[in-house]
Each structure stands twice: as structure tokens, then as C-alpha cells.
């Protein structure tokens, strides 16, 4: 059990840098030119970014609680530390840009700005958390 947190993390990892191309893709759709769009337009890339997120909020969550549960059943606490404390602010800044969906879909330029700064700052800290997660698996299996 103590190796689905580090496994589903790494696949969260994976799908959140596959759903910034998607929305880059989509992004592009509203500056380009008239063919340009009319080849990115049938590829759907706005809906499959937004149905992705849906996702990642969801196994974020999930991934989150059930790292803390895992620590804590195998260990009677939580280890109050750098890797735990950022993995709470990526679940918090993760539901942030979610709540950003609503003013993103009415085409709100600040809401796009917010949401490419708090996704920036999301793959950052997580790609931290993927370096220190590896640190800890190999404290695990030394163990």
C-alpha cells in the first residue's frame, strides 16, 4: 500500500503536463488564422483540457488523503515536514485554479492569467514533490 501514493503521484504528474499541452493547444485556437483554426477547432482540445482537470482534481484529492493515511497507518503520525506541507499547498492551489473553471469558460482574460500562474506554480512544486517522493521510496525500501 505505501507505493500507490508515490505511483498515482507520477501518473498525476504525467497527466497534468499532458493537460497543459492541451490547453496550450487551445489556446492557440483563439490566435490563429482562419485555416488554422478550422484544423484545431474538430480536435477539441478546450473540452478534453477541461475534462482532464476534472481528473487531476479529483486524483489530487484522492492521491493527497490517501498518502496522509497511508504515513499515518503505517507510522501512527504524520511527518510534519517540506514534502507533506507542499503537498498540501499543491492540493490547495490545484483546487484554486479549478475554481477558476466559471470565469475561464466566460473568457475572463484575468482568469486566464491566474489560472497559467497557479498551473505554472503547481507543475513546479509537484515536480519537487516527485524529487523528494523518490527520496522517500528509497528510505522505504532501505528500510
Known amino acids: 500500500m505505501s507505493f500507490v501514493h508515490p505511483l498515482l503521484m507520477w501518473v498525476l504528474l504525467g497527466l497534468m503536463l499532458y493537460s497543459g499541452y492541451l490547453g496550450f ?3 492557440r485556437i ?3 488564422d482562419a485555416e488554422t483554426r478550422k484544423q484545431l477547432i474538430p480536435k477539441q482540445f478546450g473540452s478534453r483540457h477541461a475534462a482532464l482537470g476534472r481528473w487531476i482534481v479529483i486524483l489530487t484529492l484522492l492521491g493527497s488523503a490517501g498518502g496522509m493515511a497511508v504515513t499515518y ?3 501512527g503520525k504524520l511527518f510534519i515536514g517540506p514534502h507533506l506541507l507542499v503537498g498540501l499547498a499543491v492540493l490547495a492551489l490545484v483546487l484554486a485554479t ?3 473553471g466559471p470565469a475561464l469558460q466566460k473568457g475572463q482574460d484575468w ?3 491566474a489560472h497559467l500562474g497557479l498551473n505554472g506554480l ?3 512544486l509537484f515536480g519537487w514533490q516527485a524529487i523528494t517522493g523518490v ?3 528509497n528510505k522505504l525500501l532501505s528500510a
Open 25 to 27: 493547444q487551445a489556446s
Open 135 to 137: 527520496a522517500i521510496v
Open 73 to 75: 497507518a503505517n507510522n
Open 98 to 100: 479549478a475554481a477558476l
Open 122 to 124: 503547481i507543475v513546479l
Open 111 to 113: 482568469a486566464r492569467g
Open 30 to 32: 483563439r490566435g490563429a
